[in-house]
């Protein structure tokens, strides 16, 4: 069965970096597109970015532009995502995604930005 997992969050300053990880199971990795998402305490899912595992192009939404980064590493069946000048507001429960589509059939900054496969979340939490 296809698994994923999301890791690395804790707690971090303002103005850091954190990287996160999305560890996959059970799936040709390299057939999917991976997608990350977060969501806030109280508020909607966003999308953060889009990635196609097999070429590495990637899709980014608004919500982190210019500060997030994403790459995968096919042979370890890995993606990461790199978050950069952490701000208060980047602070909740990140996840990533997979779907068989490739990004370029999503708008990651759609409401309906969604993926077939979830794993759990990792906590990202930004102090001021």
């Known amino acids: 069965d296809v698994q994923l997992q999301a890791s690395g969050g804790g707690l971090v300053q303002a103005g850091g970096s954190l990287r996160l990880s999305c560890a996959a199971s059970g799936f040709h990795f390299d057939d999917y597109s991976i997608g990350w998402f977060r969501q806030a305490p109280g508020k909607k899912r966003e999308g953060i970015l889009c990635?196609?595992?097999?070429?590495?192009?990637?899709y980014y939404g608004d919500s982190v532009a210019g500060r997030s980064a994403a790459s995968s590493d096919n042979a370890e069946n890995t993606d990461y995502l790199q978050i950069d000048s952490l701000k208060p507001e980047d602070t909740g429960v990140y996840y990533c995604?997979?779907?068989?589509?490739?990004?370029?059939?999503?708008?990651?900054?759609?409401?309906?930005?969604?993926?077939?496969?979830w794993g759990k979340g990792t906590l990202v939490t930004v102090s001021s």
């Open positions: 990635i196609r595992s097999d070429d590495g192009a990637t």
């Open positions: 995604a997979a779907d068989l589509s490739h990004c370029d059939h999503y708008d990651v900054n759609s409401d309906s930005y969604d993926m077939r496969y």
